[in-house]
T-cell receptor, first 113, second 112 residues
Framework: DVKVTQSSRYLVKRTGEKVFLECVQD?????MFWYRQDPGLGLRLIYF???????EKGDIPEGYSVSREKKERFSLILESASTNQTSMYLC????????????FGDGTRLSIL | DAKTTQPPSMDCAEGRAANLPCNHS???????VYWYRQIHSQGPQYIIH???NNETNEMASLIITEDRKSSTLILPHATLRDTAVYYC?????????????FGIGTKLQVIP
């Protein structure tokens, strides 16, 4: 089975802190994604990566950056956390073959105080 | 991606089959139907997908009508742990960029 592991289920940080969210997948997937999920807004794509050291902006990249130094690991960085970044963050991975689904981690519920 | 329509909520008795419908009347010939579910406070879980033939795996069955304008996800023997929001999505492969967008989904309540 595909396993996508996010480092924390719950995280509380303060405004202005630099926050790191880590995601690891064990299936040698080329593509990795970071989403946030908010009530009434659904899933929104922040960044994705299709290869090591490659990254592309999604729909809402402002205030975030990412890092993919190894194929299995994709990190999301909140440069200076703000209260409007309180959300559920979801990591996903997939292969590049056309019809294969994305697989999601269990999410990190991040609260910025 | 084609738009999908699902009922907002459904109930199912424990042990009975849960049949969750999805309409996708604007689906194009090379778009796949995918089903995910999301249990409260967890990440979305992939269930099954198909193009035009019926599909079955250890979790569920997917029945796609011959005209492909609708489909049904079947959980053969629903348990309390199947209580979740179920999302039907239709997607066309678009290279490496495969953003997933969920609609409102169907909130399935399995009743003891």
């Amino acid at each position: 089975d595909v396993k996508v592991t996010q480092s924390s289920r719950y995280l509380v940080k303060r405004t202005g802190e630099k926050v790191f969210l880590e995601c690891v997948q064990d299936m040698d997937h080329e593509n990795m994604f970071w989403y946030r999920q908010d009530p009434g807004l659904g899933l929104r794509l922040i960044y994705f990566s299709y290869d090591v050291k490659m990254k592309e902006k999604g729909d809402i990249p402002e205030g975030y950056s990412v890092s993919r130094e190894k194929k299995e690991r994709f990190s999301l960085i909140l440069e200076s956390a703000s209260t409007n970044q309180t959300s559920m963050y979801l990591c996903a991975s997939s292969v590049t073959r056309s019809n294969q689904p994305q697989h999601f981690g269990d999410g990190t519920r991040l609260s910025i105080l | 991606d084609a738009k999908t329509t699902q009922p907002p909520s459904m109930d199912c008795a424990e042990g009975r089959a849960a049949n969750l419908p999805c309409n996708h009347s604007t689906i194009s010939g090379n778009e796949y139907v995918y089903w995910y579910r999301q249990i409260h406070s967890q990440g979305p879980q992939y269930i099954i997908h198909g193009l035009k033939n019926n599909e079955t795996n250890e979790m569920a069955s997917l029945i796609i009508t011959e005209d492909r304008k609708s489909s049904t996800l079947i959980l053969p023997h629903a348990t309390l742990r199947d209580t979740a929001v179920y999302y039907c999505i239709v997607r066309l492969y678009s290279g490496g960029y495969q953003k997933v967008t969920f609609g409102i989904g169907t909130k399935l309540q399995v009743i003891p």
